[in-house]
């Protein structure tokens, strides 16, 4: 019997028909395996994940596969975005036994949780050197069934070895110029001066590592750090891993040239990008980076809010391509034969400008929409009239599957983008969507203790708790929302999240930190890594949000907190820089101050609050804490004893129990926050 058809997971329900006899992550289906002496197949992946369909193509949805599994296993499903804490204990184990991971990740567990076989995805059929999954299945039943004891041994050993691997050491004390400057070096010797970015193919967009580079360059003024930005974010913006009709960016570029990218569209990247690109702006005017905020934002909003004001988790890299098939990236390219069927004679002017080849640049002589690296001179009105009528006809093709699960964490950096995104452009509909989605998480994802769900669907909270990541990122947006808005409630709300961390995240003696809590399910080792990968890892997300919410309450405790976090930063940051980006970007707040900025005034509606407001949000000090409200309120600590200067409203600005004097114009606060 297959039981996920009541999963929440989109991921889950995806195979809710398949004729394995599924079981969730659950106690239910390790003591069925126990009851019947059976070895367990975890199955992990996530919904927009191309390989993990095709395996459940060819494997999962095959009768005689799954008769076999059905027999001999008990098979249960996970997915990775709704249990990051089961994928990061049996991912550290694939990673350990075969020096690489990925997903569909398969493991064969004992009944007790014990891995003893490893891999990812498997071919129906021998293939490249990789076994077919039906021999690996033969494999692990013959070797169950004849080898027990030693089996049980093997799995024994793993779980001791992973159990003895050195937990995360951390300095005592925070980074400082030192450290940032050889993370800093070790970002140029990896750069890629002739495309952008850092290392080769596969390429990544490395955003938090690009929040540390315009947090470095606004402290110091180092150009180098600013260059490799804007150079970075011009390319992948010009790149086919950027969406030249509809905004948003894809997972990654298979190529070191930001050329065809791997088609899956996810919330974090787009998040995490989003804002990148505001801050560039805020930094330089560049008119690319506001074009290229707002269309993401406007992706976000267009294609992933869902009706309950959330955002859902990505778009699928695969969709129809007209005949029946799903094919990775149908959806996105184009041959110059249909350029004509939709523009006529402004075909050939189309494809010169997105460089759609007779020979393709992907598959099949298809070609990934693209600029010239280098401008050229088109009729600006012109190509704005092919990009609309190209986004009209894609728009009647099969689009990709959408996970409409609402994961904390990613719903927290969304909320933090359009928040910024919102007010520096002055579009309050972008601020708005991101009220509503955190409207929703307070009222679905947050209980009455201040435990977060790390996720729900349709409405409906889903069974596993928040991981720390949900903790940090969410309040990082909570503090981004509060700092837009002037609504105090939100700074309260991050608070409430913040305390959960010493309590229950935080070993009280060094100050490390776990990805799960202190009373989360056990798992055969307690999760715990700092580095950021696709999005900010828990630990450097919680460190950020600790120092701003220190920032705007002047809480000593939570101060100490981050300080004591960012150790690890210290350790990491000059080894590998790529991997601790936001850490980085933390850190730099830090040394800033980071700065206290309170904005007092008669009344949300006084231009003249509003124009000293508006100048607090567009400064580019690291880390900046905004508050805004009438000197009366109670609305925000930071407002506590400031009045209006002469009556007029007037701007505060504090660091490290040092304050300016009060300025009443928005140059001279422009001035002050330089």
């Not at 997972?251 to 974090?268: A, C, G, N, Q, T």
């Not at 999760?527 to 460190?543: C, I, K, L």
Request: charged share 25%.
């Amino acid at each position: 019997m297959n039981r996920l058809a009541h999963e929440t997971s989109p991921y889950l329900l995806q195979h809710a028909d398949n004729p394995v006899d599924w079981w969730p992550w659950s106690a239910e289906a390790f003591a069925e395996a126990r009851r019947t002496n059976r070895p367990v197949l975890l199955s992990v992946g996530y919904s927009s994940c191309h390989w993990c369909h095709v395996m459940a193509h060819e494997s999962f949805e095959d009768q005689a596969t799954a008769d076999y599994l059905n027999e001999h296993f008990v098979s249960v499903k996970v997915d990775r975005e709704e249990r990051p804490d089961v994928d990061a204990v049996y991912m550290e184990a694939v990673q350990a036994a075969t020096g690489h991971g990925g997903w569909p990740m398969t493991v064969f567990l004992t009944p007790d949780a014990e891995p003893f076989y490893f891999g990812t995805y498997y071919p129906p059929a021998p293939r490249h050197g990789m076994p077919s999954f039906r021999q690996v299945l033969e494999g692990v039943q013959q070797a169950w069934t004849t080898r027990h004891d030693e089996v049980s041994e093997v799995a024994g050993k793993i779980v001791r070895d992973l159990a003895q691997r050195e937990i995360v050491r951390q300095a005592a004390e925070a980074p400082g110029e030192q450290e940032l400057a050889q993370a800093l070096l070790g970002l140029t010797r990896e750069y890629d001066p002739q495309r952008g970015g850092f290392g080769g193919a596969p390429k990544f967009p490395a955003s938090m590592v690009l929040e540390f580079l315009l947090r470095h360059h606004a402290r110091t003024g180092a150009e180098g750090a600013l260059q490799m930005a804007v150079d970075t974010c011009e390319r992948m913006a010009r790149g086919g891993i950027y969406d030249q009709l509809g905004g948003g960016f894809a997972r990654y570029s298979v190529d070191r040239d930001w050329i065809v990218p791997h088609f899956e569209k996810m919330l974090y990247d787009n998040a995490l990008l989003c804002r990148v690109y505001a801050h560039l702006w805020r930094a330089t005017g560049s008119d690319l980076a506001r074009r290229v905020a707002l269309e993401t934002a406007d992706f976000l909003v267009r294609e992933l809010r869902t009706a309950e004001g959330g955002f859902a988790s990505a778009l699928d890299a695969d969709s129809d391509d007209g005949t029946g098939r799903h094919v990775e990236g149908a959806y996105y390219v184009w041959t110059p034969a249909q350029l004509r069927d939709v523009l006529g004679d402004d075909a050939e002017l189309a494809a010169r400008y997105f460089g759609v080849t007779e020979e393709g640049t992907f598959e099949h002589g298809q070609s990934v929409l693209q600029l010239s690296q280098t401008e050229g001179v088109f009729d600006a009105e012109k190509i704005a009239s092919v990009r609309r009528r190209l986004f009209d006809a894609r728009a009647r093709r099969p689009a990709p599957g959408r996970d409409d699960k609402i994961v904390a964490a990613w719903n927290g950096l969304a909320v933090a983008a359009l928040a910024e995104t919102g007010a520096y452009f002055g579009r309050p509909d972008l601020v708005e969507a991101a009220l509503g989605a955190a409207d929703l998480l307070v009222r679905v994802h947050l209980d009455e203790h201040a435990r977060l769900a790390r996720t729900s669907k349709d409405g409906r909270v889903g069974p596993n708790a928040g991981v720390l990541e949900d903790y940090g990122d969410v309040a990082e947006g909570f503090l981004a929302l509060a700092s837009v808005t002037g609504e105090g409630v939100w700074l309260d709300f991050a608070g409430l999240l913040l305390d959960q961390v010493p309590a229950r995240f935080t070993d009280p003696e060094t100050g490390a930190l776990f990805d799960t809590a202190s009373d989360a399910e056990r798992l055969i080792r307690r999760p715990q890594d700092p580095t950021d990968n696709a999005a900010p890892s828990g630990w450097t997300a919680a460190a950020g949000a600790l120092l701003g919410y220190a920032a705007h309450t002047g809480s000593e405790a939570h101060r100490v907190a981050a300080e004591r976090a960012l150790g690890v930063v210290k350790t990491l940051g000059p080894r590998v820089p790529r991997f601790i980006g936001w850490g980085l970007a933390v850190a730099e707040a830090l040394l800033d101050g980071p700065r206290e900025v309170a904005v007092v005034g008669p009344g949300p509606d006084d231009e003249r609050t509003a124009a000293l407001h508006r100048t607090a949000l567009l400064g580019a000090a690291p880390g900046a804490v905004v508050a805004c409200g009438t000197p009366d309120g109670d609305e925000f600590p930071l407002l506590a004893g400031r009045t209006l200067i002469d009556g007029a409203p007037a701007a505060y600005v504090c660091r490290g129990f040092v304050c300016d004097l009060p300025v009443t114009d928005p140059e001279a606060l422009r001035a002050t926050l330089a």
